[in-house]
């Protein structure tokens, strides 16, 4: 059996994220495409009527069937857009957040966490979310990342990837503000997410020996420790612990020269010690073809690399690219991990 074929067995979801936002005309586009691009069923967890006054509002053939379970996805999905209904209390207005749809946004991950612990669908996709919004509305979570890995249980460590053909990079602190990061910065937290990272490489992406380069904190470094003794004392003895352990980690290295195209010749995703150091040059290098992957978890989890772009939503020129590869990457990860536990 082929991996396509391994993996039509179950459909992913692709979740509602903000309403206001692009997400909706991006899982109807992705549905579009979904013949030439022989892409791997899906379903969406949404509220049919939002998603067909979309479709209606941009002038899209998109026939949408409501199911009751995620199985009647696969056979509706080649002749209309599979959705699990989560109903909005009220219309959402394009560009507009409302806090007022918060529960319907998170009851939509819920659904998919549910649905994919339980082995009925193969990952779950999700659509951005206007982070502040949630916010508002009472939601305790910096973002999908740590959300979702308390959703699935476990009291594991959800490790960020942001994945593209052009780089892989990893931030060991995650949402946090910077002067906060580099206070949360400990060798156990390195070595934990480039443990988690290696295990991922090998298991999801196939690369046997993964090579980890790890950025240091400060400007060259530290240069010696004359710009800050972090990358001596926090990140250099985490090094040589995954050393130690058998893993093919490089550095602490100066930030500024690692992401020239030679330099990621020789290794197959970096660590950043904070959110922008690595996600602004991955993000710089590929900002269509870039999928943000959650590591770490029981689950598959991917989404575009990109936000809600309120300043798009409505008008149906949104670039669906990211949202394809993240499906695409899901459906190739559930089809790894199914090869290596065939019960999966
Ligand atoms: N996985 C998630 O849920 C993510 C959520 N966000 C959230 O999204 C919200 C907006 O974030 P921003 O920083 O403004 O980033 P953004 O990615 O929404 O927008 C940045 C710029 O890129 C453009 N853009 C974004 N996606 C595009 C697409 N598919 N095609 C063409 N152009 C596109 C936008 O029009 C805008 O000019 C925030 O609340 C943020 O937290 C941001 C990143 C990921
Ligand atoms: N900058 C990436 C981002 O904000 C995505 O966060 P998450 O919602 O996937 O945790």
Same mark, same amino acid.
């Given at each position: 059996m082929s991996a396509s074929d391994d993996a039509a067995r179950r459909p992913l979801a692709?979740?509602?994220g903000e309403p206001a936002g692009i997400g909706g005309e991006l899982t109807l586009a992705a549905w579009m495409r979904r013949a030439d691009l022989a892409l791997p069923a899906f379903l969406a967890i949404d509220d049919p009527d939002r998603l067909a006054g979309i479709a209606r509002k941009l002038g899209w053939t998109v026939p949408i069937r409501e199911i009751?379970?995620?199985?009647?996805?696969?056979?509706?999905? +080649?002749?209309? @857009?599979?959705?699990l209904p989560v109903r909005l209390p009220s219309p959402a207005t394009p560009g507009r957040p409302d806090p007022a749809h918060a529960g319907a946004v998170v009851e939509a991950l819920d659904r998919a966490v549910d649905l994919a612990m339980a082995g009925a669908i193969d990952g779950v996709v999700t659509n951005p979310i206007q982070k502040k919004t949630l916010y508002d509305a009472g939601f305790p979570y910096p973002g999908h990342t740590e959300y979702l890995a308390a959703r699935c249980g476990g009291g594991m460590r959800p490790v960020m990837m942001i994945a593209s053909p052009a780089i892989r990079v990893v931030p060991v602190t995650i949402h946090e503000a910077l002067i906060r990061a580099v206070a949360l910065l400990t060798p156990d937290l390195i070595v934990e997410t480039a443990t988690i990272t290696a295990e991922a490489l090998r298991r999801d992406f196939g690369i046997a020996r993964p090579r980890l380069a790890l950025a240091g904190v400060n400007p060259h470094a530290g240069e +010696?420790?004359? @710009?800050?003794?972090?990358?001596?004392?926090?990140?250099?003895?985490?090094?040589?612990?995954?050393?130690?352990a058998g893993i093919d980690a490089r550095g602490p290295l100066p930030a500024d020269t690692l992401f020239h195209e030679e330099a990621r010749a020789g290794y197959d995703t970096v660590l950043g010690m904070y959110h922008d150091q690595v996600l602004i040059p991955a993000k710089t290098l590929d900002f269509h073809g870039g999928v943000n992957v959650t590591l770490g978890l029981p689950i598959v989890r991917t989404s575009p690399d990109h936000g809600t772009a309120l300043d798009l939503a409505g008008r149906g020129t949104a670039r669906v690219d990211s949202l394809i590869a993240a499906i695409r990457l899901a459906g190739t990860m559930a089809a790894a991990r199914r090869r290596v536990s065939p019960s999966a």
């Open positions: 692709v979740t509602m009751a379970s995620a199985g009647d996805a696969l056979t509706a999905f +080649d002749d209309a @857009l599979p959705v +010696d420790g004359t @710009l800050g003794r972090e990358d001596i004392e926090i990140v250099a003895p985490a090094i040589e612990r995954l050393k130690a």
